[in-house]
């Protein structure tokens, strides 16, 4: 399956960005999705996971209570809700599949998509 993350740009620090990412080739309704993201020079770290069905997520700690993931099997899209954004999560989002119903470990992701940029200005 081929994924798409979009939704990036340009906010100040404290605002808010919904990033969507899509899927082309076939249905990733039936697989977790996660969101990850990625500075320069440093590891692509776990931001967020949801289940199949949506019934379970989880979350990285720096983004507990200001990012929401969810999704909408029906239009075959994972979202992610960002508040209170701050400058050093100024970084490339990626989203990703696994083929399980449900996981959070980078390793259990093969279907990555392109990353979008996400720049917050102080």
């Known amino acids: 399956v081929q994924l798409q993350a979009f939704g990036g740009g340009l906010v100040q620090a404290g605002g808010s960005l919904r990033l969507s990412c899509g899927a082309s080739g076939r249905t990733f309704s039936n697989n977790a999705v996660g969101w990850f993201r990625q500075a320069p020079g440093k590891e692509r770290e776990f931001v967020a996971a949801?289940?199949?069905?949506?019934?379970?997520?989880s979350y990285a700690d720096s983004v507990k209570g200001r990012f929401t993931i969810s999704r909408d099997n029906a239009k075959n899209t994972v979202y992610l809700q960002m508040n209170s954004l701050k400058p050093e999560e100024t970084v490339v989002y990626y989203c990703?599949?696994?083929?399980?119903?449900?996981?959070?470990?980078?390793?259990?992701?093969?279907?990555w998509g392109q990353g979008t940029l996400v720049t917050v200005s102080s």
């Open positions: 949801i289940s199949w069905s949506g019934g379970i997520t």
């Open positions: 990703a599949a696994s083929s399980r119903r449900w996981a959070v470990t980078r390793a259990d992701f093969g279907s």
